[in-house]
């Protein structure tokens, strides 16, 4: 298995554009998570997923963000606008059960707004 | 959820055992402790949990004091390879808890 794929790995978009990262879980994993990592506030869970409904989205941020997981296989993360402050890692995770630990993460979106 | 307090960062030698420690002063009964790494550049990757028990697996052992309050993660023979951050994160192991990881310990292995 290929892991969690993430795309793009670097983005840099110019402030008030809209912005989509995408994730690909592990084929049968059925948790699904988005985190953010900055240098201030390390790696924040945003969103979790299960069975492709979203149970938790206590941590985006704000109306901006958005995410789906309209199949097993894919979910996206959207920020309409972006802002500068939006500049960080994200990372998408996925787990083999309904836990938030031995989670497999992707790589990672680096994202940057000017 | 627990919360957890870690050392900002560590120096070790290589080829030294590394003792990464934790504490976590208000772990519930039911929560475990479970250790991430965050190698430079990568998203964090699992390393090993316990709840009461001495844990050992094939990349550390995980200590956990007999009142639970604090935990060790030791890597037995540090390699340059293993400069990365330790996240130690509390939490239930059935069902969903949010987790945040905190900043972690950054551990730098020395040559």
């Known amino acids: 298995d290929a892991g969690v794929i993430q795309s793009p790995r670097h983005e840099v978009t110019e402030m008030g554009q809209e912005v989509t990262l995408r994730c690909k879980p592990i084929s049968g994993h059925n948790s699904l998570f988005w985190y953010r990592q900055t240098m201030m506030r390390g790696l924040e869970l945003l969103i979790y997923f299960n069975n492709n409904v979203p149970i938790d989205d206590s941590g985006m941020p704000e109306d901006r963000f958005s995410a789906k997981m309209p199949n097993a296989s894919f979910s996206t993360l959207k920020i309409q606008p972006s802002e500068p402050r939006d500049s960080a890692v994200y990372f998408c995770?996925?787990?083999?059960?309904?836990?938030?630990?031995?989670?497999?993460f992707g790589q990672g979106t680096r994202l940057t707004v000017v | 959820d627990a919360k957890t307090t870690q050392p900002t960062s560590m120096d070790c030698a290589e080829g030294r055992a590394a003792n990464l420690p934790c504490n976590h002063s208000?772990?519930?009964?039911?929560?475990?402790v479970y250790w991430y790494r965050q190698i430079h550049s990568q998203g964090p990757q699992y390393i090993i949990h316990g709840l009461k028990n001495n844990e050992t697996n094939e990349m550390a052992s995980l200590i956990i004091t007999e009142d639970r309050k604090s935990s060790t993660l030791i890597l037995p023979h540090a390699t340059l390879r293993d400069t990365a951050v330790y996240y130690c994160?509390?939490?239930?192991?059935?069902?969903?808890?949010?987790?945040?990881f905190g900043i972690g310990t950054k551990l730098q292995v020395i040559p």
């Open positions: 995770a996925s787990s083999p059960r309904a836990l938030n630990t031995e989670a497999f």
């Open positions: 208000t772990i519930s009964g039911n929560e475990y």
């Open positions: 994160i509390v939490r239930v192991a059935g069902g969903y808890q949010k987790v945040t």
